[in-house]
């Protein structure tokens, strides 16, 4: 019964993303077992669990991350769009323009706040020339929220920039690729109460042009600021449903368990 | 249950227990801090004996001695039908220039004899230095002028005091009457000790006095060109392909232990190597820098390739993850990233592997770099010598104005030695990125 009130509304907030039955296995390792989740388009999805239970890995799969890591084998279907994004056709690295990625640690490049945004543009021939690419990065920037911080020292080097203002960074230098799909693992793992407020903000404002996908340890997180939200234990999810309503009533016991507390 | 047993182990503060191993660990701490400074006092001291053993000899290889002789530039000697033509200017018989002169200032020698001896104390390059002089300046001919010459390599040693006049006659290189026209030239102001600017300008000789280092400097600066132009981009691209994109199987892993042990096989293997590959199969032309350079390039691969391959493993994994995440291809994230991010460090090795190169002999040697040649190489085919052989070549000669020489030979290696690490440090710092 339920099945049949979630279909309808599934298509109605059109997935742009589909997993269905997905594992991965690093080398003889499973670390991912027949995993299935839609994710809407101009939603935040939160994936929460345990350490170790999968999240990050199954983040990785929507941009073939995974690819890069030797050993690593994926099976199941994605799609993006419609489109097998593991089909033999399609190229990892333009996908990875449509799909950004923000990490655990902010990671700018040890070269100028500038050139950290503007590299994406610049590697994918975005701008036709400097002033297009002075636009995209101030747009970038603007949109991360950290232009009025920086303006006036654009010439800085990224990595003199505070643990907050670094990850930012990392998110403008994404969204200068342009992309539909932001994924974002533990974006705030790594920064004060302060910064993590400034970026949960900024996360909420991009919902409305992007699809964002964050995994999260922070279950306060997950309910502050995501529509939908998965349950990830053990390499499986357990449970995924509206955030209010996994949080309120979560039908599993294992959920229960571990937004409680008890484990995890 | 944690709790009960480190109460039981733990003394309390100020007990005789803990104070008798505290008195301990500083004793032992101490103790290392002095070995420590011991073993850098004792290297400093090493260094600093050789440094100043090697200055106090070769010092004297910079400066030259000289006699103040009056010349006079005979038009018949030189030029009798008073062509001016370059050709009968640079085939004239200076020698006898030389000796008239001397003649002149020692008008009582008169033996066949004493006058071969005469004519022997200044250097067989007076010659050179009159035709330099004429071909220069033909209208000093006619003319008479004093001009200093250089002296034979013995009245040198003995200007230096390197030969003790105080020692029996028989068994001294500079005999009596030597003596005595030395004495005479000197009283009369004409001896002097110049800079040795022969010494930095020109090629090898038989003659010590008129030796230098030139030809074997720039004999060098070709080998190590060569060496760097083969050996860094096939080194630096072999590291970064085997760290970024290498699938680890057991192909590579061969491949990594013969690297490793590559870079521990004896240099005259590799001498032996460059015989056999770049003269004998090759054909290019022997004691030649480019042959010697190829040679040294297979010597350094491995050093260059185990320093890269460390500087790129150095690189953080995010900025590689932060490059793909964006959608940057492995080649992109190779070139834009990790490459000049490792630069420093691959740099810090090229030189390393550059600096064992300039040292290197025995490979030079199987491969006829060790040739006596006075010209100064043009190009890197030229026949040529490089600094360690010229320190072994001198070292080697019977005369003992070479020892002087050996030593400012191995002092303008050092020199060659330092200015190289000096432009590494230089490259590094200017490469270097603040994280």
Same mark, same amino acid.
């Given at each position: 019964?339920?099945?049949?009130?979630?279909?309808?509304?599934?298509?109605?907030?059109?997935?742009?993303?589909?997993?269905?039955?997905?594992?991965?296995?690093?080398?003889?390792?499973?670390?991912?077992?027949?995993?299935?989740?839609?994710?809407?388009?101009?939603?935040?999805?939160?994936?929460?669990?345990?350490?170790?239970?999968?999240?990050?890995?199954?983040?990785? /799969?929507?941009?073939?991350?995974?690819?890069?890591?030797?050993?690593?084998?994926?099976?199941?279907?994605?799609?993006?769009?419609?489109?097998?994004?593991?089909?033999?056709?399609?190229?990892?690295?333009?996908?990875?323009?449509?799909?950004?990625?923000?990490?655990?640690?902010?990671?700018?490049?040890?070269?100028?706040?500038?050139?950290?945004?503007?590299?994406?543009?610049?590697?994918?021939?975005?701008?036709?020339?400097?002033?297009?690419?002075?636009?995209?990065?101030?747009?970038?920037?603007?949109?991360?929220?950290?232009?009025?911080?920086?303006?006036?020292?654009?010439?800085?080097?990224?990595?003199?920039?505070?643990?907050?203002?670094?990850?930012?960074? /990392?998110?403008?230098?994404?969204?200068?690729?342009?992309?539909?799909?932001?994924?974002?693992?533990?974006?705030?793992?790594?920064?004060?109460?302060?910064?993590?407020?400034?970026?949960?903000?900024?996360?909420?404002?991009?919902?409305?042009?992007?699809?964002?996908?964050?995994?999260?340890?922070?279950?306060?997180?997950?309910?502050?600021?995501?529509?939908?939200?998965?349950?990830?234990?053990?390499?499986?999810?357990?449970?995924?449903?509206?955030?209010?309503?996994?949080?309120?009533?979560?039908?599993?016991?294992?959920?229960?368990?571990?937004?409680?507390?008890?484990?995890? | 249950?944690? +709790?009960?047993?480190?109460?039981?182990?733990?003394?309390?503060?100020?007990?005789?227990?803990?104070?008798?191993?505290?008195?301990?660990?500083?004793?032992?701490?101490?103790?290392?801090?002095?070995?420590?400074?011991?073993?850098?006092?004792?290297?400093?001291?090493?260094?600093?004996? %050789?440094?100043?053993?090697?200055?106090?000899?070769?010092?004297?290889?910079?400066?030259?001695?000289?006699?103040?002789?009056?010349?006079?530039?005979?038009?018949?000697?030189?030029?009798?039908?008073?062509?001016?033509?370059?050709?009968?200017?640079?085939?004239?018989?200076?020698?006898?220039?030389?000796?008239?002169?001397?003649?002149?200032?020692?008008?009582?020698?008169?033996?066949?004899? +004493?006058?071969?001896?005469?004519?022997?104390?200044?250097?067989?390059?007076?010659?050179?230095?009159?035709?330099?002089?004429?071909?220069?300046?033909?209208?000093?001919?006619?003319?008479?002028?004093?001009?200093?010459?250089?002296?034979?390599?013995?009245? +040198?040693?003995?200007?230096?005091?390197?030969?003790?006049?105080?020692?029996?006659?028989?068994?001294?290189?500079?005999?009596?009457?030597?003596?005595?026209?030395?004495?005479?030239?000197?009283?009369?102001?004409?001896?002097?000790?110049?800079?040795?600017?022969?010494?930095?300008?020109?090629?090898?000789?038989?003659?010590?006095?008129?030796?230098?280092?030139?030809?074997?400097?720039?004999?060098?600066?070709?080998?190590?060109? !060569?060496?760097?132009?083969?050996?860094?981009?096939?080194?630096?691209?072999?590291? !970064?392909?085997?760290?970024?994109?290498?699938?680890?199987?057991?192909?590579?892993?061969?491949?990594? &232990?013969?690297?490793?042990? %590559?870079?521990?096989?004896?240099?005259?293997?590799?001498?032996?190597?460059?015989?056999?590959?770049?003269?004998?199969?090759?054909?290019?032309?022997?004691?030649?820098?480019?042959?010697?350079?190829?040679?040294?390039?297979?010597?350094?691969?491995?050093?260059?390739?185990?320093?890269?391959?460390?500087?790129?493993? $150095?690189?953080? +994994?995010?900025?590689?993850?932060? $490059?793909?995440? *964006?959608?940057?291809?492995?080649?992109?994230?190779?070139?834009?990233?990790?490459?000049? %991010?490792?630069?420093?460090?691959?740099?810090?090795?090229?030189? !390393?592997?550059?600096?064992?190169?300039?040292?290197?002999?025995?490979?030079?040697?199987?491969?006829?770099?060790?040739?006596?040649?006075?010209?100064?190489?043009?190009? &890197?085919?030229?026949?040529?010598?490089?600094?360690?052989?010229?320190?072994?070549?001198?070292?080697?000669?019977?005369?003992?104005?070479?020892?002087?020489?050996?030593?400012?030979?191995? *002092?303008?290696?050092?020199?060659?030695?330092?200015?190289?690490?000096?432009?590494?440090?230089? *490259?590094?710092?200017?490469?270097?990125?603040?994280?």
């Amino acid at each position: 019964m339920l099945a049949e009130v979630q279909t309808p509304e599934t298509t109605k907030e059109n997935a742009i993303i589909k997993a269905s039955d997905v594992s991965v296995f690093y080398n003889d390792k499973q670390a991912l077992n027949g995993v299935s989740l839609d994710i809407i388009e101009n939603q935040i999805t939160s994936l929460i669990g345990p350490s170790g239970c999968g999240k990050s890995t199954f983040l990785r /799969c929507l941009n073939r991350m995974n690819d890069t890591v030797p050993g690593g084998r994926v099976e199941g279907k994605i799609t993006l769009d419609g489109h097998d994004i593991y089909a033999s056709s399609v190229d990892e690295v333009l996908l990875r323009a449509r799909v950004g990625m923000v990490f655990q640690k902010p990671n700018p490049f040890p070269k100028s706040i500038y050139d950290n945004v503007a590299y994406g543009p610049r590697i994918h021939g975005l701008a036709k020339n400097k002033d297009d690419l002075d636009d995209i990065v101030l747009t970038s920037l603007e949109k991360a929220g950290l232009l009025k911080e920086v303006r006036d020292r654009l010439n800085a080097t990224g990595t003199g920039l505070s643990g907050g203002q670094q990850q930012r960074l /990392c998110i403008a230098r994404a969204l200068a690729v342009q992309p539909d799909i932001i994924l974002m693992d533990e974006p705030c793992s790594a920064l004060d109460p302060i910064a993590t407020a400034k970026v949960e903000e900024l996360i909420e404002e991009l919902r409305e042009n992007y699809t964002i996908i964050i995994v999260t340890h922070s279950m306060q997180q997950a309910a502050r600021i995501s529509q939908k939200t998965a349950f990830f234990h053990l390499g499986e999810i357990v449970e995924v449903g509206d955030t209010e309503q996994l949080f309120t009533s979560p039908s599993d016991e294992r959920t229960q368990g571990y937004i409680t507390g008890r484990f995890g | 249950m944690t +709790d009960t047993t480190e109460t039981k182990h733990k003394a309390g503060w100020g007990s005789k227990e803990t104070m008798s191993k505290l008195a301990k660990r500083h004793r032992s701490e101490k103790a290392f801090r002095m070995i420590g400074l011991g073993a850098i006092l004792i290297a400093l001291c090493m260094l600093a004996t %050789l440094l100043v053993s090697i200055a106090s000899k070769g010092f004297t290889a910079f400066v030259q001695t000289r006699f103040d002789i009056e010349i006079t530039f005979s038009q018949d000697v030189i030029d009798p039908n008073n062509t001016r033509d370059l050709e009968v200017l640079r085939s004239a018989s200076y020698g006898s220039l030389v000796r008239d002169a001397l003649r002149k200032e020692f008008p009582e020698v008169k033996s066949r004899r +004493d006058l071969r001896s005469l004519f022997g104390i200044v250097s067989k390059g007076s010659v050179k230095q009159l035709r330099q002089l004429v071909m220069e300046d033909p209208g000093l001919i006619g003319q008479t002028k004093v001009i200093s010459l250089i002296a034979s390599d013995d009245m +040198d040693m003995f200007n230096k005091g390197y030969i003790d006049r105080n020692v029996v006659e028989a068994d001294r290189r500079v005999k009596d009457k030597e003596v005595a026209w030395f004495d005479q030239l000197d009283n009369k102001g004409a001896v002097e000790l110049v800079f040795n600017t022969g010494f930095f300008t020109s090629g090898d000789s038989g003659e010590p006095e008129i030796a230098g280092i030139w030809g074997a400097v720039v004999g060098s600066f070709y080998t190590l060109l !060569i060496t760097f132009v083969i050996a860094f981009p096939i080194g630096v691209m072999t590291a !970064i392909y085997l760290e970024e994109f290498a699938p680890q199987n057991k192909f590579t892993d061969i491949i990594e &232990v013969n690297i490793n042990n %590559l870079a521990a096989v004896p240099s005259i293997v590799f001498g032996l190597l460059g015989l056999a590959l770049f003269l004998n199969v090759a054909h290019l032309p022997r004691s030649a820098p480019l042959v010697g350079g190829l040679t040294l390039a297979l010597m350094t691969l491995p050093t260059i390739i185990i320093a890269a391959r460390a500087a790129i493993r $150095a690189i953080p +994994d995010s900025i590689r993850q932060a $490059a793909l995440g *964006l959608g940057a291809s492995p080649q992109q994230t190779a070139f834009h990233h990790v490459l000049p %991010l490792s630069m420093p460090g691959i740099l810090t090795g090229t030189i !390393i592997g550059l600096s064992q190169a300039l040292g290197e002999t025995a490979p030079l040697l199987m491969i006829g770099m060790v040739a006596f040649i006075v010209d100064i190489p043009g190009g &890197v085919t030229d026949p040529a010598t490089v600094l360690p052989v010229q320190v072994f070549l001198w070292a080697d000669s019977p005369e003992r104005a070479f020892v002087e020489k050996t030593s400012g030979a191995i *002092l303008v290696l050092l020199g060659f030695l330092v200015f190289m690490n000096a432009l590494a440090v230089m *490259l590094r710092k200017k490469f270097e990125r603040r994280w």
